[in-house]
């Protein structure tokens, strides 16, 4: 069993949709959360990052944690074509010197926003 | 405030050559990691590093590979002798404390 499982889709929507991503995982060491956005032969860009469970919200994006489920999700209000990328999620055990340690990334979601 | 910067950004080798990888964190971050992104998988975690410290390198081969990150200058990854499977996409990320990891562009490395 993979540490963390993400669908892998691909997801295609709506312009204007609320799109919703999730990962699952099985460490429950894991306390730092973030989602990236990753475009095609780009770097990720960190789009969230939260610290134990709860709501997270930053514009049209919300980041849900669930530890007791194990379980994050990234909701995208108001979709847009430019939204269309891989969305990875991944997780961190901890800090060393105040700084996440090694992060566990999901294998991404791929969505596609239709205009 | 330039974002992490790496380079080169596209690298061809030959099988037995070295490949360098350059990384410059973001401004004010101490921390630099190196991930690595095989065609059809996911990101993986090769080494945490801090200046002149390798932190965990859980994530590296055991041959072959190694990395540094000097007093002065970039984050250098190094991989001895490549081979075909070691063609890939190599990212760094920066951290300050207490927050999340922000990636560079990418190497993309070519094995011949």
């Known amino acids: 069993q993979k540490e963390v499982e993400q669908d892998p889709g691909p997801l295609s929507v709506p312009e204007g949709a609320i799109v919703s991503l999730n990962c699952t995982y099985s460490?429950?060491?894991?306390?730092?959360f973030m989602w990236y956005r990753q475009y095609s032969r780009k770097g990720p860009e960190l789009l969230m990052y939260t610290y134990s469970s709860g709501n997270k919200e930053d514009g049209r994006f919300t980041a849900q944690v669930d530890k007791s489920s194990k379980y994050i999700s990234l909701f995208i209000r108001d979709s847009q074509p430019s939204d269309s990328a891989t969305y990875l999620c991944?997780?961190?055990?901890?800090?060393?010197?105040?700084?996440?340690?090694?992060?566990?990334f999901g294998t991404g979601t791929l969505l596609a926003v239709q205009p | 405030n330039a974002g992490v910067m790496q380079n080169p950004r596209h690298l061809v080798r030959r099988r037995g050559q070295e490949a360098r990888l350059r990384c410059s964190p973001m401004?004010?971050?101490?921390?630099v990691y190196w991930y690595r992104q095989l065609p059809e998988e996911g990101l993986k975690f090769m080494v945490y590093?801090?200046?002149?410290?390798?932190?965990?390198e859980s994530g590296m081969p055991k041959e072959r590979f190694s990395a540094e990150f000097p007093k002065e200058g970039p984050s250098i990854l190094r991989i001895q002798q490549v081979v075909r499977g070691d063609s890939a996409a190599y990212f760094c990320a920066s951290s300050p404390k207490q927050a999340g990891q922000f990636f560079g562009p990418g190497t993309r490395l070519t094995v011949l």
């Open positions: 590093l801090q200046k002149e410290n390798i932190i965990d």
């Open positions: 460490n429950s060491a894991f306390q730092y």
């Open positions: 991944a997780m961190s055990g901890g800090l060393s010197g105040g700084a996440t340690n090694k992060l566990i």
């Open positions: 401004k004010g971050h101490s921390h």
